[in-house]
Nanobody
Framework: QVQLVESGGGLVQPGGSLRLSCAAS????????RDWYRQAPGNQRELVAT???????NYADSVKGRFTISRDNAKNTVYLQMNSLKPEDTAVYYC???????????WGQGTQVTVSS
């Protein structure tokens, strides 16, 4: 009932910036939180940033001060602005929505971010 599509990934040099977008469609009337996760090959998927329906944000320690999550309700889109990128930020980034209903959530297909010289 909810579809999420990420975009904006690509190749960037260390110290550069990218902005990821997550466009939502379908029945999105009861979303509690919107999140960005990432997963590098051979690594566990980790929570990078989250924004609640009230606008409160939280970040992983590894990205604090560098990444910013935001949303545009009119466009049904969530963004992740990534600045001062490091090679260790290289991963597939996934958009994730949590519903107010317990145990109900949605995932995007992922977008590749590669930070390399």
């Amino acid at each position: 009932q909810v579809q999420l599509v990420e975009s904006g990934g690509g190749l960037v040099q260390p110290g550069g910036s990218l902005r990821l977008s997550c466009a939502a469609s379908g029945r999105i009337f009861s979303i509690y939180a919107r999140d960005w996760y990432r997963q590098a090959p051979g690594n566990q998927r980790e929570l990078v940033a989250t924004i609640t329906s009230a606008g409160y944000t939280n970040y992983a320690d590894s990205v604090k001060g560098r990444f910013t999550i935001s949303r545009d309700n009119a466009k049904n889109t969530v963004y992740l602005q990534m600045n001062s990128l490091k090679p260790e930020d290289t991963a597939v980034y996934y958009c994730h929505y949590s519903d107010y209903n317990p145990g109900v959530d949605y995932w995007g297909q992922g977008t590749q971010v590669t930070v390399s010289s």
